[in-house]
C-alpha cells in the first residue's frame, strides 16, 4: 500500500483512475470496512486504483479543539490497520488551517480530479467535508456530473444491538469500560499505545509487578477497572509476541487520595515463564501496546494491602481464565 503525502506528482498507479473514499476513518470499524472493501473491491473490477483519502489528525482538533474527541487510533495505527485491507494507497493529508479554509469545491478540484483522477467516490451516506462541513453526497454528485466521476452514498451499518456503527459510539462504550462491545464494533481488539515509563514500584513490593505505560493524552483511556488483554511485543529480531496480561487503569485509590489523573498499568502474568531471559526492567522505554479483551471489574478502594492482594490474585485468575491461559 502507497502512502501518498504529495498530489502535486501523481503517481503512475493512478493512470487508469482510481475509486476514492474520504473520511477521518478513526478506528476503522466495520463500518468503515464494509465501505473499504466495496472500494477495493470495483476498483479491481474496472483496474483501478483504490484510494482512501485521510487526515494527519482529526479535523476537529484544529476546528473546534474544546469539543475534540478522543481517539481510538493514532497516526501509526491507523496506516497499520489500513495496509491490511487491500488498499493501493492512502493520501495522508495534513491537516492545517488552510486546508480547513478549503472550500468542499476546491477540495473535489484538488485532491479528487486533479490529484487522484477520480472515477467514483464512495462515502457514507451522512458524509459532510469542507469548510464548515458544506460539503455532502449531494454536492458531490452535483460536481461528479461535471467532472466526469460516479458518487455512491452507502447506508450506515448497523451494530449488534441495532445502534449505528460509529466511532462516536465506540469511544463512548470505550470510555465507559465497555471494551467487548466496542470489540464488536470495530472488528479488532481496542489497543492502547504507548511508552513503559518508571513508576512507584509499589505493585513489585506486593508481588504484582506491573509496567507503567504513558498514554498519549489525545488517545481514549477505557473507564478505571481491571481488565484482561494482552501485552504485545516486538523484540529485537522485528518478531511479535504477547503476553496475557491484567491491566489496570485508574488513580489507585487504595494508595493514594484525588490523583490527578487515571494511570495505565499492565501486570504480564507468568512474565518469567514466557521471557525469563528478558526481565521486567528490560521493558522500560519501549513501545507498548496493550489489547484490551474484557473488563473484570470497576476501580475499588480497598481497607488495605492484603484485601488488595487477594483482590488481584483473584482478577489474575478471572484474566487466564478469559484469555484462555
Known amino acids: 500500500m502507497q502512502v501518498i503525502t504529495d498530489l502535486d506528482h501523481r503517481s503512475p498507479l493512478l493512470a487508469h483512475g482510481s475509486v476514492v473514499t474520504i473520511g477521518a476513518y478513526d478506528g476503522l470499524h466495520v463500518g468503515h470496512r464494509t465501505i473499504i472493501e466495496r472500494v477495493v473491491r470495483e476498483a479491481h473490477e474496472r483496474s483501478r486504483a483504490s484510494v ?78 469542507g469548510r464548515d462541513r458544506t460539503g455532502s453526497v449531494a454536492l458531490l454528485r452535483e460536481m461528479g456530473q461535471s467532472a466526469g466521476f460516479d458518487v455512491d452514498g452507502v447506508s450506515l451499518v448497523q451494530g449488534h444491538d441495532e445502534v449505528t456503527a460509529s466511532s462516536t459510539h465506540i469511544r463512548k462504550l470505550i470510555t465507559e469500560g465497555g471494551v467487548e462491545a466496542a470489540n464488536r464494533y470495530l472488528g479488532h481488539t481496542f489497543e492502547l499505545v504507548g511508552v513503559v515509563v518508571h513508576g512507584d514500584a509499589r505493585g513489585r513490593t506486593i508481588g504484582f509487578p506491573t509496567a507503567n505505560v504513558e498514554v498519549p493524552k489525545a488517545n481514549c483511556l477505557p473507564g478505571d477497572g481491571v481488565y484482561a488483554g494482552w501485552y504485545v511485543r516486538e523484540r529485537a529480531d522485528g518478531s511479535v509476541v504477547q503476553y496475557p496480561t491484567a491491566i489496570n487503569i485508574g488513580r489507585r485509590p487504595t494508595f493514594y487520595v484525588d490523583a490527578p489523573v487515571s494511570l495505565v498499568e499492565a501486570h504480564v502474568i507468568d512474565f518469567e515463564k514466557y521471557e525469563s531471559a528478558e526481565p521486567a526492567r528490560d521493558l522500560y522505554d519501549e513501545k507498548a501496546r496493550l489489547r484490551f479483551v474484557a473488563r473484570l471489574r470497576g476501580e475499588q ?25
Open 301 to 325: 478502594k480497598f481497607d488495605g494491602i492484603d484485601a488488595l492482594k487477594a483482590q488481584l490474585q483473584f482478577d489474575v485468575a478471572n484474566a487466564r481464565d478469559i484469555l484462555g491461559v
Open 52 to 129: 482512501l483519502v485521510t487526515f494527519d489528525r482529526h479535523p476537529a482538533t484544529l476546528v473546534r479543539p474544546e469539543a475534540a474527541p478522543c481517539l481510538l487510533t493514532d497516526h501509526e495505527q491507523k496506516v497499520d490497520l489500513l495496509s491490511k485491507t487491500g488498499l493501493d494507497a492512502v493520501v495522508m493529508i495534513t491537516f492545517d488551517e488552510k486546508q480547513a479554509a478549503e472550500s468542499p469545491q476546491q477540495f473535489v478540484q484538488r485532491v479528487l480530479v486533479d490529484g487522484l483522477n477520480v472515477r467514483k467516490v464512495i462515502v457514507g451516506e451522512d458524509f459532510c467535508f
